[in-house]
Nanobody, 120 residues
């Protein structure tokens, strides 16, 4: 099992920035990719960004150029730096971890979620 603990959500004005953190513990040898999902009320869950053990990243078109995912391997922690936030970024952001192999990515572990609210 892998445990994920998120932090860093909150309320910010449009144009502002926030950084989310996700610390992984447990059987981390079983995962090779981590990511951030978000879900706004009435909308489908969306994969915002992911980062593999090798460092390759993937972003949703809606956040490219504004969000940056990074990892600190020593701390088993993944970060999501969010800049130029807009009210459309308001959602519950959840950290996820899983494996990526042969072009397939599957997230098996989830954090509890953290609320990000962007005011206009």
């Amino acid at each position: 099992q892998v445990q994920l603990v998120e932090s860093g959500g909150g309320l910010v004005q449009a144009g502002g920035s926030l950084r989310l953190s996700c610390a992984a513990s447990g059987s981390i040898f079983s995962i090779n990719v981590m990511g951030w999902y978000r879900q706004a009320p009435g909308k489908q869950r969306e994969l915002v960004a992911s980062i593999a053990n090798g460092g390759s990243t993937n972003y949703a078109d809606s956040v490219k150029g504004r969000f940056t995912i990074s990892r600190e391997n020593v701390k088993n922690t993944v970060y999501l730096q969010m800049n130029s936030l807009t009210p459309e970024d308001t959602a519950v952001y959840s950290c996820a971890a899983g494996w990526q192999r042969a072009g397939i990515t599957r997230f098996d572990y989830w954090g509890q979620g953290t609320q990000v609210t962007v005011s206009s």
